[in-house]
């Protein structure tokens, strides 16, 4: 067996560099953050051939007594933490004292600095273990960090980085991206001499946020309702993309806790929940969350990159953000049909007679009566039924400008929010007069017997008939008179990811599947009817899947098509 002995301080220091400093990137963000927690009003950041040749950082933040310069630079020596029990409320971005360290442990690291009481400043340079002692030099109040030669002790390290233009990139992307927490900060971005960007500090969030997500992006985030975590011990701020606009992954979905940028998936469950029926599967919304909580509920020392956090009571978080996201969603959706169906005021030319079901329908009734709720529950303001369109869409107005209707998608809307109702109120099913049996394969007869119970509580009862054999026995009541496709229901359960909650997806299905279907002729009243229900629904513009209900046409876009403007 080896003998078990210590490891020399360069080796020690080039390990845990190595857990800390992977690249350019690496080395910008700790100074970046020491240089905010420094109370800097302006960070300046000069790099040369993307960060690999020379990385430089200017800040006019409290800046580093002489007596402590050369300290600065040596492992676990930090001014955040004076004992073990600081680590349970650090209210800073840094803590450990090695951020310093592990840079100088790759790379030459010259620092210059000056305190706002000293006439003039002090530099130091550090490399590996060594570290010369602090020198007068000429500087304004700050510090300025200049790092050069990056992994020369480590070249095989080198080896591994991109172009210079991918890890200019990474650092442009990285920076920008923090810039959102601190809008009260000026940031400037130089790159071979030249200047990139600059982002002046500003009172108006939108202004940081078109950075990050681009001008047109960021004019479509929805800010947060700040009233929509009441429960929440803390505060929650942020920007969430409106239902439609989407990304194909989970990249923007930015989260800042304490002011800490995070690359972990702490709260993509809380997104995937927030947006349940808002977004369509397979699309990811995006944003940026900013949560302010008590420091000795969050532990950041769980990460050697700082990346990521734990939180005490993290049910409880993701529980308020959660809640956050879906009421603002609802009430910009509310928000949104107003304006499609211009609900503040029909216009004075136009006049809506109601419209009741005609009971001479037996059609109508069956199919819509129940589902869609009491004839006598009409919209304050009702869209007039122009015609349809395709057998798909309804075509209806009010008066001022066109709207077309997704017939299947705003049917499903309705019957899934009847669906939800009659779940929690665990109201009786419809028995069938003739039971429907139904002959599965292996795959649907196993994803059937996984939700037997939520289908109940939604209102559909099987029963087992044999092998691979059921009967169904009870629809959803008022979806007598409509064939259920069983194996289409199993199959896009099948098929769906499990992000979503089991009940919703299984009651966004069951709806799917019990309602009007594209290329169905539909009478006149139905469509009324149904265009009328769509307007008390919770969020009346996307059915449970995330497609939207309706389009509507305004005057201005309708004179483009002709010319007009």
């Known amino acids: 067996m080896p003998s078990i ?6 080796t020690v220091g080039q390990i845990a560099a190595g857990e800390i400093i992977e690249r350019p990137q690496s080395v910008v963000k700790e100074l970046v953050e020491n240089a905010v927690d420094a109370g800097a009003s302006r ?20 800046g580093i007594a002489p007596e402590d310069l050369s300290l600065a630079v040596r492992r676990h020596a930090t001014s955040k933490l004076r004992a073990a029990e600081d680590l349970e409320s650090i209210g800073t971005l840094g803590f450990r004292g090695e951020g310093l360290a592990s840079i100088a442990a790759v790379a030459r690291l010259e620092v210059i600095s000056r305190t706002p009481d000293a006439q003039i400043g002090s530099r130091v340079i550090a490399h590996a273990e060594d570290a010369s002692r602090p020198e007068p030099a000429a500087a304004p109040v700050g510090t300025r960090m200049l790092v050069t030669d990056l992994f020369a002790n480590v070249p095989v390290r080198r080896e591994y980085l991109k172009s210079p233009s991918a890890e200019f990139t990474r650092i442009s992307s990285w920076l920008s991206t923090f810039a959102l927490a601190y809008p009260h900060v000026t940031f400037v971005l130089r790159h071979d001499g030249k200047d990139v960007w600059t982002l002046p500090s500003t009172g108006d969030a939108r202004e940081r946020l078109a950075m990050v997500f681009g001008r047109d992006a960021a004019a479509t985030l929805v800010e947060l ?75 950041p020392n769980v990460h050697p990159t700082k990346s990521d956090v734990r939180l005490r009571f993290g049910t ?23 304006d499609a169906t211009a609900a503040t005021g029909a216009p004075a030319s136009v006049s809506f007679a109601p419209s009741a079901i005609d009971a001479s329908l037996p059609h109508v009734q069956s199919l819509f009566e129940t589902t869609l ?31 077309l209707v997704d017939q299947h998608a705003a049917h499903e809307r309705i019957a899934y929010e009847t669906i939800v109702g009659r779940a929690q109120g665990r109201a009786p ?29 939604g209102g559909l009862e099987i029963e087992p008939f044999g092998e691979r054999t059921y009967r169904i026995a009870a629809t959803p009541a008022g979806y007598g008179a409509r064939p259920f496709d069983l194996a289409g229901f199993l199959d896009d359960l099948t098929e769906e990811p499990k992000a979503r909650d089991v009940r919703e997806r299984i009651w966004a299905s069951l ?42 046409l305004n005057p201005d876009d309708i004179a483009k098509m002709f010319k007009r403007i």
Request: charged residues 25%; proline residues 6%.
């Open 43 to 62: 960070v300046t950041v000069v790099l040369e051939r993307g960060g690999t040749e020379r990385i430089e950082v200017i800040d006019d933040g409290a």
């Open 511 to 552: 709806a799917c599947h019990s309602v009007t279907v594209a290329g169905e002729r539909l009478e006149s009243d139905e469509m009324t009817t149904l265009v009328d229900r769509l307007q008390l629904c919770a969020n009346p513009m996307h059915c449970p899947h995330g497609r939207p209900t309706m389009v509507r």
């Open 5 to 10: 002995f210590l490891l020399d301080p360069v």
């Open 225 to 299: 309702d700040p009233d929509a975590a009441p429960t929440l011990d803390g505060r929650l701020r942020g920007f969430i993309s409106a239902p439609g606009s989407d990304r194909g992954d989970r990249r923007m979905q930015l989260l800042f806790v304490n002011g800490r940028l995070l690359r972990s998936t702490l709260l993509a469950g809380a997104w995937t929940a927030g947006y349940a029926t808002f977004a369509m599967i397979g699309r990811h919304p995006y944003g940026v969350l900013f949560l302010d909580l008590p420091p000795e509920h969050v532990d």
């Open 316 to 338: 409880q978080v993701f529980d308020a953000v959660r809640r956050a996201i879906g009421t603002t969603l609802r009430e910009h959706a509310a928000a949104r049909f107003r």
């Open 429 to 457: 099913s419809e028995p069938l007069l003739v039971p429907l049996v139904v002959e599965l394969d292996a795959a649907q007869s196993a994803a059937l017997e996984r939700t037997r119970e939520l289908l109940v509580e």
């Open 373 to 403: 709720g009491a004839p006598e529950d009409v919209p304050a303001h009702r869209l007039r039924v122009l015609a349809q369109l395709h057998r798909t869409f309804i075509l209806a107005s009010d008066g001022d400008a066109l709207l």
